[in-house]
Each structure stands twice: as structure tokens, then as C-alpha cells.
């Protein structure tokens, strides 16, 4: 068999270990040569591939390529873009063919959450279609750990992490200035439709009433007056309240409280800040001081606090892409296997696309508090692991030494895409 091109790109919000998955997927497939030619990174997601934007990731070094695993952001930019139907939008899907043709690509590798699942399903498909042989591998990634099938995505355990040691800080902060100052903190995080990274904050607290005292998840309906008398009982019983909503909480109506009414490329609501919305409210129904805060891109960047545990996950799972890609399965996505919690084991397993693409995992009922303001003992066993371990970067004059990759351009070969 004649070594053959591969393609790897990123898309969706960027994570601090999705670099990890691309330096897991470029040194795997460069240990065969005999099976890979080049390896292109798709410049900007999927765009790339479209614009016939491609680069050249073997004119980096193997350091760069190592130091990949310590640098947060998408190396070679990310997109939100969603590729239509078939039916209605065959001349994209040609256009990619063109692509790959031109470039003799016959290796796919997306690395996303659930869109971006759709986009590798969909290429999976277009090779049988179009009469090109392709084989099309999704890599699990999104801090949201919505993805159905793997017990954990990469880049969540970072996010968790990144929360929990936040609102703890924040909280002995706010609980050494309560008696004169601020008394209730309220920390944003994202989630749209999955509390994990909400649920992740109540880590923060080792025995029960420690803060954060309240967990403001998308899946429990918002009640204000429960919200308010949580509150105020507790600032009477601990003098002051930690607060942590997630992006997505929503009303009786089921509207977000936070909704902007604009749109992302992916027709999901544009939200426009939900902790203003809360501190606002406890103003008005209680009249405490309070601040708030949104970790916002923050949270998913802070490559310095990454856990161990999520670059093990995102490195193994890029190696794992490649391997499945040799054996010539196609349309499938390497996962996490949970074999047990204490002590925390692991392995890579395998699931089909189309299990996996447009499907939404939230966080279980069992796994929120009767009240519904926390976590319970079986979703603590679930996140404990998921934040352990640090994984430092290297740091040069006190600060995270980062690597910048020269992302040089392959020669184009197709007239420009109009």
C-alpha cells in the first residue's frame, strides 16, 4: 500500500490540551511512514480544507511538535462552521474532494465536540459517495463533556480543574471580608445545555456547607424564590455565599436567562452573561453586596492548571485516532473507557460516529443534589479523577513558556475558492 496524505484539523472553542490530541496524531503517524506521506493541518477547522488552505506540519520540529503538549489554544486556528446536507450542498462536498485529490489526502482527522463529530460523519460518507477513497476519523474534544459514548472529553478535566481551584480561592476571599464588605460571589462558567463544568466547582468543597453553597445548573428548571432562600440562609448560617451558574440556566419557560437573541454559525443562541442577571437579583430581593465574575475563555485557556489526567486523555486519544485509522476503520471516534474510580482506571475504546455526532450528554438527575443547588457523592466519584494530577508547563522568566508554530502553507494547486 502506497503511503498516503493525511489531514488533521481543529474545530469548535479550543481547549488547553487540544494541541496535546494534534501532537498525539502528528508524531504517531510520522513513527509510519510507510503509511502516511505528509501530514496537512487544516488551517482554521474545516475552512482550510475548503479554501485549499493547508500546512505543512512536517516542516516543524519534533520539539515543536512535543511542545505542542503544553500549549493551550488551537495551534492552527479553529473554526465554527458547519457543513450542509449532502443533497443541498453538493458542491462543497465536491470542493473537499478536489482538496483532497489534489493533495492525495486519504486520511481525515476532526477534532471537536458534537458539530464537529457531524463534519467528520459527513466526510466519512462522501468518499463511497463521490468515489474517492477516504477514511474519516473524529477526535473527542469540548469543555462542555457533552459527548455521549466516552466517559470524559478532553479538555474538560483542565476546565474542571480551572473552576473548582477559582471558587475556592475566591470564596476565602470572600468569607475573609463578609462581616463589612461582599457577601455573596457569583462565578459564570459555560455550559449551554450540560452542567458539568457548573458541577465541577462544587469539588471546591470538602465537607458539606462549604462553599460553593450553590450550583445553578441548565438541566434543573431556576426557581427564584428557592434560589433567594438558599441564599439568604446561607449568609445568615456562614456569613457569606459562593455562587456558581452555568451560561445555560434557564427560567420555568425555558428561556435562558441570559439570552441575547443572536445566533452562532450553528443556530444555537448567542448568550449574553448570566451572572450580572443573578448578582442583580440578589441586590434586589436581598440587598447583599455581592461581585461577580465570568471565567469565560479564561477557564478553557489556562493551560498553567491543566490536570494530568485530561492531557494523558487528550494525548492517548490522538495517538489512538491514528491507529484506528491504520487498521482502516472509518467513521468511528477513538473514547474513554472508566474501568474503575478508586484507584482510577482507564483504557481507549471505540465508537461509531453516528453514535456519537449531534447527541448531547448532560449531567444526570442521580448526579444533582434533591434540592438541586449540588452535586451528590456519586457525581464527586465521577469528577474527583477527571482534575487530578498537575501538568505543568515550562516556564521561562516566570511565565509559561508557549510554543508559536511557523504553520507554513502548503503550495496551492486549485484555483482560489470564490
Not at 462549604?210 to 427564584?224: G, T
Amino acid at each position: 500500500m502506497m503511503p498516503r496524505n493525511a489531514f488533521y484539523a481543529q474545530s469548535g472553542g479550543v481547549t488547553a490540551v487540544i494541541n496535546a490530541t494534534a501532537a498525539g496524531v502528528i508524531e504517531t503517524a510520522r513513527r509510519h511512514p510507510d503509511r502516511f506521506g505528509k501530514i496537512f493541518a487544516g488551517r482554521n477547522g474545516i475552512l482550510g480544507a475548503l479554501a485549499e488552505d493547508l500546512i505543512d506540519t512536517d516542516q516543524e520540529s519534533d520539539e515543536a511538535i512535543e511542545a505542542l503538549k503544553f500549549t493551550p489554544a488551537g495551534a492552527f486556528g479553529s473554526c465554527r462552521y458547519k457543513l450542509g446536507e449532502l443533497e443541498e450542498n453538493r458542491a462543497e462536498y465536491e470542493r473537499l474532494i478536489e482538496v483532497f485529490r489534489a493533495h492525495d489526502i486519504g486520511y481525515f482527522f476532526y477534532n471537536g465536540g458534537g458539530d464537529s463529530s457531524d463534519t467528520a460523519l459527513k466526510v466519512s460518507r462522501i468518499g463511497e459517495i463521490l468515489d474517492y477513497p477516504m477514511i474519516a476519523i473524529g477526535i473527542p474534544k469540548t469543555v462542555d463533556n457533552d459527548l455521549p459514548i466516552t466517559d470524559s472529553c478532553p479538555g474538560f478535566g483542565s476546565v474542571a480543574k480551572y473552576v473548582a481551584v477559582s471558587i475556592l480561592e475566591a470564596s476565602f476571599d470572600v468569607a475573609s471580608m463578609a462581616s463589612t464588605s461582599t457577601k455573596v460571589f457569583i462565578l459564570e462558567v459555560m455550559g449551554r445545555h450540560a452542567g458539568w463544568i457548573a458541577a465541577a466547582g462544587a469539588l471546591a468543597a470538602k465537607r458539606q456547607g462549604d462553599p460553593p453553597q450553590v450550583i445553578l445548573f441548565p438541566e434543573i428548571e431556576f426557581d427564584e424564590e428557592a434560589f433567594i432562600d438558599k441564599v439568604r440562609l446561607t449568609v445568615k448560617n456562614d456569613g457569606f455565599c459562593s455562587v456558581v451558574v452555568s451560561e445555560g440556566v434557564r427560567d420555568a419557560r425555558g428561556r435562558f436567562l441570559s439570552e441575547s437573541g443572536l445566533k452562532d454559525a450553528f443556530g444555537h443562541s448567542q448568550l449574553g452573561g448570566v451572572a450580572p442577571v443573578i448578582a442583580n437579583l440578589v441586590t434586589d430581593r436581598l440587598g447583599y453586596k455581592n461581585h461577580w465574575a465570568v471565567a469565560d475563555y479564561l477557564q478553557r485557556s489556562a493551560r498553567h492548571i491543566a490536570s494530568q489526567t485530561d492531557l494523558d486523555h487528550a494525548v492517548a486519544l490522538g495517538r489512538a485516532a491514528v491507529n484506528i485509522a491504520l487498521s482502516g476503520r472509518n467513521g468511528v471516534m477513538p473514547v474513554i473507557k472508566r474501568i474503575g474510580d478508586d484507584p482510577y482506571r482507564w483504557e481507549v475504546g471505540e465508537a461509531a460516529l453516528t453514535d456519537v455526532a449531534n447527541i448531547e450528554k448532560t449531567v444526570p438527575r442521580e448526579y444533582i443534589s434533591e434540592d438541586g443547588f449540588g452535586i451528590t457523592e456519586g457525581c464527586r466519584r465521577y469528577l474527583s479523577p477527571l482534575i487530578e494530577g498537575e501538568a505543568y508547563p515550562p516556564y521561562r522568566n516566570g511565565l509559561p513558556d508557549y510554543v508559536r508554530l511557523r504553520n507554513i502553507q502548503v503550495p496551492k494547486k486549485l484555483e482560489t475558492l470564490s
